[in-house]
């Protein structure tokens, strides 16, 4: 029997997933919840288990490629090869009759609860859109059946008959093959789906397929504004020995983090302020906790020296560890500090938090901080560890920067960012001595936050580094 898998809604309410790698190849034996695929949704790159035990017959996708919700990726050969072929699970199609020869095995059953198969798109293979029928809106997807309308001799004669060609032109009838969200694209940027040629898996349109579309229809203006209808297709393509440009597509993490900023920005009313501190003491603090046997391989930096004052400094100022509920109409206290650290990876920027990073010591921090890090880098953080957040913190200065105004983590009220630490002249007992300093900057929503607040929370986190010792009097 051939089962064919399509991609699963990974539980995130994403329409889209990049194949990152795959762990099979045709003619692999595999086992029911098999680790198959690397799959990269918007939050993270997560494993794919195989719904099937089985032989791997066929990859539809390539890795590296964008794949939609409901697309098929691969196809498994069940049991003998001469059994009937059973198509993959059709979410809108009828639910069979209940009856005891039709009741589904145990293993077809842990096969639906596996995984979700998301909402329904077009299926491959048919050149119009099969109209939704109304019993289909309540049948488990991975336990819906083929159609009973059609006659079962059809079945059995579908393998030898010729292949149904793509229409050449879209009638009134017919409509052009697309997903929801390639439709909603298009209707954004007023395409005719009738007026675009479909590149995907059996003339399947893409969002590729209406930007290129966008590309021709639209004019390219010159330098002194003017509009040049030939201009798209005279220019060339390379500038000398060089590329006049590199286009790449939007997607994955870098989509997300895009809208997670724009919606950040136009939300919530940012105000950032700055405060430049000698922390001299907390460098030789370090550096004795370096030299301390005790410590020696406790990995504790400057992050996570700062992580600990403002974690101290939440305590005082609470209302910055909150957050805007505009569709409840309340403000969300939180009483425990999650700790969102920024981690710069190969795919983007990442926001993993600490759970409850106000309860660990410098110790802990540092080990919290060492292992989140590295997760980050490794690409295997989990969608989990990106939930939840109360509070952010990013070291802008292990790139050299000194200051920024750094955009608040959606749901938050406040973020802090490190600068650089620097040799300056500084005023020092009434004398300038060269000492360690840093620059603080702190953006929070002003909403939640007013700005004696958020002065008071900058200015105590300023006190603990300038100052270790101060501690004792804060707590």
């Given at each position: 029997?051939?089962?064919?898998?399509?991609?699963?809604d990974?539980?995130?309410?994403?329409?889209?997933?990049?194949?990152?790698?795959?762990?099979?190849?045709p003619?692999?034996?595999?086992?029911?919840?098999?680790?198959?695929?690397?799959?990269?949704?918007?939050?993270?790159?997560?494993?794919?288990?195989?719904?099937?035990?089985?032989?791997?017959?066929?990859?539809?996708?390539?890795?590296?490629?964008?794949?939609?919700?409901?697309?098929?990726?691969v196809?498994?050969?069940i049991?003998?090869?001469?059994e009937?072929?059973?198509?993959?699970?059709?979410?809108?199609?009828?639910?069979?009759?209940?009856?005891?020869?039709?009741?589904?095995?145990?293993?077809?059953?842990?096969e639906?609860?596996?995984?979700?198969?998301?909402?329904?798109?077009?299926?491959?293979?048919?050149?119009?859109?099969?109209?939704?029928?109304?019993?289909?809106?309540?049948v488990?997807?991975?336990?819906?059946?083929?159609?009973?309308?059609?006659?079962a001799?059809?079945?059995?004669?579908?393998?030898?008959?010729?292949?149904?060609?793509?229409?050449?032109?879209?009638?009134?009838?017919?409509?052009?093959?697309?997903?929801?969200?390639?439709r909603?694209?298009?209707?954004?940027?007023?395409?005719?789906?009738?007026?675009?040629?479909?590149?995907g898996?059996?003339?399947?349109?893409?969002?590729?397929?209406?930007?290129?579309r966008?590309?021709?229809?639209?004019?390219t203006p010159?330098?002194?504004?003017a509009?040049?209808?030939?201009?798209t297709?005279?220019?060339?393509?390379?500038?000398?020995?060089?590329?006049d440009?590199?286009?790449?597509?939007?997607?994955?993490?870098?989509?997300?983090?895009?809208?997670?900023?724009?919606?950040?920005?136009?939300?919530?009313?940012?105000?950032?302020?700055?405060?430049?501190i000698?922390?001299?003491?907390?460098?030789?603090?370090?550096?004795?906790?370096?030299?301390?046997?005790q410590?020696?391989?406790?990995?504790?930096?400057?992050?996570a020296?700062?992580?600990?004052?403002?974690?101290l400094?939440?305590?005082?100022?609470?209302?910055?560890?909150?957050?805007?509920?505009?569709?409840?109409?309340?403000?969300?206290?939180?009483?425990?500090?999650?700790?969102?650290?920024?981690?710069?990876?190969?795919?983007?920027?990442?926001?993993?938090?600490?759970?409850?990073?106000?309860?660990?010591?410098?110790?802990?921090?540092?080990?919290?901080l060492?292992?989140?890090?590295?997760?980050?880098?490794?690409?295997?953080?989990?969608?989990?560890a990106l939930?939840?957040g109360?509070?952010?913190?990013?070291?802008?200065?292990?790139?050299?920067?000194?200051?920024?105004?750094?955009?608040?983590?959606?749901g938050?009220?406040?973020?802090?960012?490190?600068?650089?630490?620097?040799?300056?002249?500084?005023?020092?007992?009434?004398?300038?001595?060269?000492?360690?300093?840093?620059?603080?900057?702190?953006?929070?929503?002003?909403?939640?936050?007013?700005?004696?607040?958020?002065?008071?929370?900058?200015?105590?986190?300023?006190?603990?580094?300038?100052?270790?010792?101060?501690?004792?009097?804060?707590?």
């Open positions: 029997m051939i089962k064919v898998f399509k991609l699963p990974l539980g995130e309410g994403l329409t889209e997933s990049e194949i990152v790698a795959w762990l099979v190849a003619g692999d034996e595999v086992t029911l919840n098999q680790h198959i695929a690397d799959v990269e949704t918007a939050k993270a790159v997560v494993e794919l288990p195989s719904p099937f035990a089985g032989v791997v017959r066929e990859l539809h996708q390539p890795a590296g490629v964008v794949v939609h919700v409901g697309e098929p990726i196809t498994f050969q049991g003998a090869a001469d009937p072929t059973d198509s993959s699970p059709k979410p809108d199609a009828p639910a069979p009759a209940p009856s005891a020869a039709g009741a589904a095995s145990p293993a077809e059953q842990r639906a609860n596996l995984v979700g198969y998301g909402p329904a798109i077009e299926r491959g293979g048919h050149p119009r859109r099969r109209a939704r029928t109304g019993a289909g809106a309540s488990p997807a991975a336990l819906a059946e083929p159609p009973t309308a059609a006659p001799a059809a079945a059995t004669a579908a393998p030898t008959a010729a292949p149904v060609e793509p229409p050449t032109a879209a009638s009134a009838e017919e409509r052009p093959r697309s997903t929801p969200p390639v909603a694209l298009a209707r954004d940027l007023g395409i005719d789906l009738t007026m675009v040629t479909g590149t898996k059996d003339g399947l349109i893409t969002r590729d397929d209406i930007h290129a966008v590309t021709e229809v639209m004019p010159d330098l002194h504004g509009v040049s209808p030939s201009a297709a005279a220019r060339p393509a390379t500038s000398g020995d060089h590329l440009e590199t286009r790449s597509p939007i997607k994955s993490l870098r989509k997300l983090m895009a809208a997670a900023m724009v919606q950040s920005a136009f939300t919530a009313p940012h105000v950032t302020e700055f405060l430049t000698d922390v001299t003491p907390t460098v030789e603090l370090l550096a004795s906790l370096r030299a301390d046997r410590f020696a391989n406790a990995g504790i930096g400057i992050l020296a700062v992580a600990k004052a403002l974690c400094a939440v305590g005082r100022t609470p209302s910055v560890n909150t957050r805007w509920d505009e569709p409840a109409g309340e403000i969300v206290q939180f009483h425990h500090v999650n700790l969102g650290v920024a981690a710069a990876t190969p795919r983007g920027l990442l926001v993993p938090n600490i759970v409850d990073a106000d309860r660990l010591d410098l110790r802990g921090l540092a080990a919290a060492a292992e989140l890090t590295m997760s980050a880098r490794a690409g295997t953080t989990t969608p989990a939930a939840g109360t509070i952010t913190i990013t070291n802008i200065g292990v790139f050299g920067i000194d200051a920024g105004t750094p955009i608040l983590n959606p938050e009220a406040a973020i802090l960012a490190i600068g650089a630490i620097r040799s300056r002249p500084w005023d020092y007992r009434g004398q300038v001595a060269l000492r360690q300093v840093l620059t603080l900057s702190v953006s929070f929503d002003h909403r939640l936050v007013d700005g004696e607040q958020g002065s008071r929370f900058l200015a105590d986190i300023g006190t603990i580094l300038a100052d270790p010792a101060r501690v004792l009097t804060m707590i």
